[in-house]
């Protein structure tokens, strides 16, 4: 076991190395750096040279990433390209107010998740299974942007009970998030629920469908404690991957409704970061999120172990 | 009886007179965060959030709602007789935020500040005419200037002239000290920053006690912000959101011709439109109002390629329409008696320049013209594209006859996109500058604009109106374009 953690974690520092590689050769790539970025029609001749000899972007593309890896293992975040501030102290609000997000998001949608696809499997093919089905369908197929924008003209524009869009500062308390959070979760919990039900769904009927449930039913074993000591741990088994997969997707990757709602998140910090061309600000943002991706993977493996003995015997005996 | 309802009714008119003088209510408007970390408030810099500066700061001249200048912190302005020395009778009994006063000194050094080559402001080319500034005692300011300039008052109500006092260029990004109608109680350019009145300004206490200025970068977030009434005004609608807000009901809207154009650029250094015939056929070829109405929903003004606003006092009242008989027959004479292939470039940068292109390609196909459309990404569209490919697509902004045609055609000029290199042009300009009378000034500028007409690369395809939507509860929003705005005016119920 400890070894099983020991080599997934040096194969997770590779990971993460290697992503951060990726992303500072492809932010390379894009035409134009930081300086065409914030002089625009003034990126020419002299300006142009000044600027990029002020920000260091006059030497070659290796020495840069060389320095950034150095300063990041010294402990040393580095600045903004632009406006020269602290990069830890940006980015901590930032992973803070998508940490509040994705927790509220999940605390709405992960009940209703599992409530909703264990529901529909023991009720299958009936109008509540059928109901949940399509709804889930639904929310999954129809893009974000759409959903959020329709809830926002319903709840916003036409009802007034909600705030349609979040005017918060990035480094507000938490609690001053609240109602605003409150459309932008739904829309999360919304596509995640979809997902992880029918995960749930289709993984609880295949175990309904197990012998060892139809000898449980012909012993006798009534239909409440059947379901609760003999199906349900089995078959909540594979949504652990399906949640963990969902909470590193919130973390880093819901750029498409923090736009929408104007909200002060990881996604939008990294968008504005890539069209500025502030490395460093992308480097981080992408060593905070495959180290998250990593972390998260790694927890689901080990929890599937020890909620699943079966695997555990495999593993000991293989180490 | 009567006594006592004659005070009551004074009374009543007493509180009623103080209740209407008091600024009450908060108005609340977004801002773009263009320039994301770097946001600050100093007037000059590059990442200055002129939502903010414009309500916090005053100019020495500003463009009153006629586009003439008027009176800000100076109150009358004379010129010696050949226009190289302009005398400024600046406002007394002024106070800064902070409660100093204000002086020609803190006027001088605003002014001063913008002209250092350390700072390197965008604002610098703005008045690079001036080569002294004297503050001759506390209420006057005097400007020599290197050349004659009549129009020198119209330069001062650029947006970014803000007068800041003397000795806070190192703080005034963080503090927004000045002397407008508003004080800075918080900035924060990404979230929000709250203004509140300040009741001494000079020009009487403002209307609202409180403004708000929210950061929401994305355009569409701004719209549902205005629908869900967390924003209180937004500029810059496009023609499908202003029906969606007429048929909403609830909002005031305003069409506002602002001197803000679209064009397409043909480089006149560059084959074959370095052939002045060339040129003259192209933008024969082109039908400006049918692009207008296809690209913007015909919300602008059209004219005969002049830069000129449509509002501008200086503006040629030409009018030129499609001819695309001339057209093929200039191309013949120029050695194209088959037509003429080119590629034109464009990104989605601006949101009518796609639509723009497509007019174009079709319009000029009947004179024998074969356009292609090169999309080109949007990042780096400035430094790499613009400038420096034959045909490409250009927006420019706002600005004074004077500096709109020195600016873009002058020889030499930084941002002269379409290589412009005209002796005769520039002595045009030379000579409406100096001219003191103004109808004899007007006239030299419409005719430096009639010989762009015939001579220039580039193609003004139209002026855009601006438009605006306001919540009802705004009221006295003046219905110009934003940096004539009179923001102490504004009400709220």
Known sequence: MFKLIVRRLLLGLATVGLVSLIIFGAVEALPGDACTAILQQDAQGQRLANCRAELGLDRPAWSRYGQWVGGVLRGDLGVSTHGAQPIAGIVGARLQNSLLLGGCALALGLPLAFGLGIAAALQRDRWLDVTVSSGAIAAMTIPEFVSATVLILVFSAWLGWLPGIVTVSADAPWTRFFPEILLPAVVLAMVMTAHILRTVRSSMIEVLDGEFVRMATLKGVPHAPRVLRHVLPNALLPAINVVALTIAWLLGGVVVIETVFNYPGLGRLTVTAISERDLAVVQTVALIVSALYVAINLAADLLTLVANPRLRTAVTRAS | ?493
């Not at chain 2, 949007?378 to 490919?389: A, E, H, I, L, P």
Request: proline share 5%; aromatic share 8%.
């Open chain 2, 1 to 493: 009886m009567n006594k006592f309802s004659g005070v009551l009714a004074a009374l009543l008119l007493g509180v009623a007179v103080t209740a209407v003088a008091q600024p009450k209510g908060t108005f609340r408007q977004a801002h773009e965060v263009g320039f994301g970390t770097a946001s600050d408030m100093d007037p000059i810099s590059r990442g200055r959030v002129f939502h903010v500066t414009e309500k916090v700061m005053s100019r020495l001249v500003r463009p009153g709602l006629d586009g003439k200048p008027a009176p800000d912190l100076a109150v009358s302005w004379s010129a010696n007789a050949n226009a190289t020395e302009w005398t400024f009778k600046l406002r007394e009994g002024v106070r800064f935020h902070n409660g100093k006063p204000f002086t020609a000194a803190d006027a001088a050094y605003s002014l001063k500040r913008v002209q250092d080559p350390k700072l390197d402001s965008p604002a610098r080319a703005a008045i690079g005419m001036v080569s002294r500034i004297d503050a001759v005692d506390p209420t006057t300011l005097k400007l020599t200037l290197s050349a004659p300039f009549a129009d020198l008052p119209l330069i001062l109500t650029d947006y970014r002239l803000m007068v800041i006092p003397e000795g806070s260029g190192d703080t005034i990004k963080s503090t927004g000290i000045g002397t407008g109608p508003f004080k800075v109680e918080k900035f924060d350019a990404q979230g929000t920053s709250v203004l509140v009145a300040n009741t001494d300004y000079y020009d009487g206490a403002p209307g609202v006690a409180r403004m708000e200025i929210i950061g929401i970068p994305d355009a569409q977030a701004r719209f549902q912000a205005l629908l869900g009434k967390q924003i209180d005004m937004m500029p810059g609608l496009t023609a499908q959101q202003k029906t969606l807000l007429d048929r909403m009901g609830g909002f005031t809207l305003q069409e506002i011709p602002t001197g803000n154009w679209r064009g397409i650029v043909l480089h006149t250094g560059m084959k074959p439109f370095d052939d002045v015939r060339v040129r003259r056929a192209v933008r024969l070829a082109v039908d400006r109002k049918a692009m207008l109405g296809l690209a913007a929903g015909g919300a602008g003004t059209v004219g005969c390629d002049t830069p000129v606003g449509p509002r501008d006092q200086y503006r040629s009242t030409r009018t030129c329409a499609q001819d695309i008989a001339a057209a093929k027959a200039l191309l013949a004479q120029a050695g194209y008696p088959n037509g003429l292939d080119m590629e034109i470039n464009v990104a989605t940068l601006e949101a009518v320049w796609p639509a723009m292109a497509e007019a174009f390609q079709q319009q000029v196909a009947a004179a024998g013209i074969r356009v292609k459309i090169v999309t080109v990404p949007t990042d780096g569209y400035w430094s790499n594209v613009w400038m420096k490919r034959p045909v490409t697509m250009t927006r420019w902004n706002d600005r004074p006859a004077d500096s709109a045609l020195n600016e873009v055609y002058r020889s030499g000029m930084k941002w002269n996109e379409s290589g412009f290199k005209d002796a005769k042009f520039d002595a045009m300009l030379d000579g409406a500058r100096s001219e003191l009378n103004f109808e004899r000034r007007r006239a030299r500028y419409v005719e430096a604009q009639d010989y762009l007409w015939e001579n220039g690369g580039t193609i003004v395809g139209f002026h855009v109106n601006l438009l605006v939507g306001a919540a009802s509860r705004v009221k006295n929003l003046d219905a110009v374009e934003n940096f004539s705005i009179r923001w102490h005016k504004i009400t709220v119920d």
